[in-house]
């Protein structure tokens, strides 16, 4: 016989204890002010869009801006941070990392000053100084890149030379978020809608960046065995339409998208296209011609993100009317338009990207007159 088969038994029975209390202190502290911050806000609203009573079908608007960082990202945000604490991946003193450069960057510079470790934000050199500071201001530094599709990887690198976490919300969103309820935005929406005319909506339409959004509402509306039809929205050069409709997840754009925080370059891995029932593929200029309008229905300015969906509802809502149906419309309002004020709302910067408005807006007025889109 061997030596190592003569060997003790002690030899054999291992034992590596890597239990930390000052850290599981620090964890159960980050947790309770990451889960308090949910206690602290209430619901976001669901704002009624005045649409003539006679057609029988309601639009709402589910107001993502009035979240303490202003978007629709603050619930992804949360749900990242609580996903990556309770897996061991954030750890006291160590960076967190992600590919951003808007809204979810914000939302998590929040979050990383909330339980004190640091936040980098890397995102392209080309990003506009506003943007850079509303991440500045939560508390969280910008790593800048020359090329846009060196963000993942920059990401990626940077975590592993500093020892932090890259968030990676394009493969996180989906996971992060409890579907099933636990206050997510689906199960917010059915609730709010209980004492409505049409409590059960015959579509939620949303929009995808990192397609979490619209992975969480398929799910819940499955799982609670609803009938409402599901709907994703999605802006010119990005890929999530050709993937979904060829059913091909490797479709690629050579340009990004220019509704800020939809569209991408790629299929990213947290889009579920099995869970989704319609996508449509919406001009960036109907987008923000309807962005006009919901500030002249709303008297609030919204992003061109909130435009691109509400254009895919006022398109279900006019098919409604064409076949005498009753029912509700549910969409996202995803920010507020003043962070876009020399964007969308500016003319020169619609004349520099050769977009022409006109002809949907004519066909906005179409809409609210005859009901036809």
């Not at 941070?81 to 006291?92: K, M, V």
């Amino acid at each position: 016989m061997t030596d190592a088969m003569t060997a003790p038994s002690e030899s054999i029975e291992l034992d590596v204890n890597r239990h930390d209390p000052a850290y599981r202190a620090w964890l159960r502290e980050a947790v309770g002010k990451v889960q308090a911050d949910a206690n602290r806000s209430a619901d976001t609203h669901l704002l009624s869009v005045p649409l003539p009573v006679e057609w029988g079908v309601d639009l709402y608007l589910k107001d993502e801006s009035t979240h303490p960082t202003g978007s629709l990202k603050h619930r992804l945000a949360r749900s990242l941070f609580l996903y990556g604490l309770c897996n061991g991946w954030i750890r006291p003193g160590r960076p967190v990392i992600e590919a951003s450069s808007g809204s979810t960057a914000v939302s998590e510079a929040y979050f990383a000053k909330l339980i004190g470790v640091p936040f980098i934000a890397v995102m392209a050199a080309s990003t506009s100084r506003a943007k850079i500071e509303l991440i500045e201001f939560q508390g969280g530094t910008c790593h800048l890149v020359d090329n846009p599709c060196e963000v993942y990887e920059a990401a990626a690198r940077l975590a592993a030379q500093t020892g932090g976490h890259y968030m990676d919300q394009f493969t996180y969103a989906e996971r992060a978020t409890d579907w099933r309820g636990n206050n997510n935005i689906a199960e917010s929406i059915f609730r709010q809608l209980a004492a409505e005319r049409h409590p059960e909506p015959s579509w939620i339409v949303a929009t995808a960046g990192t397609g979490g959004t619209s992975a969480t509402i398929a799910r819940y509306v499955h799982y609670t065995q609803r009938d409402t039809g599901v709907c994703v929205a999605d802006p010119e050069n990005s890929a999530f339409f050709d993937g979904w409709r060829t059913g091909d997840p490797s479709v690629t754009t050579d340009h990004g998208s220019r509704i800020e925080g939809i569209g991408r370059q790629r299929v990213e891995p947290s889009f579920i296209p099995g869970a989704v029932d319609r996508m449509m593929r919406v001009p960036d200029a109907a987008a923000i011609a309807t962005i006009h309008l919901l500030e002249r229905l709303l008297g609030r300015k919204t992003g061109a993100s909130t435009g691109t969906g509400t254009w895919a509802a006022f398109r279900i809502i006019a098919e409604m009317r064409a076949r005498g149906e009753r029912g509700s419309v549910v969409t996202l309002l995803c920010d507020p338009g003043e962070r876009y004020l020399d964007k969308y709302y500016s003319p020169e910067w619609l004349a520099a990207q050769g977009i022409d408005v006109t002809p949907y807006t004519a066909r906005l007025e179409r809409f609210l007159a005859e009901g036809r889109l």
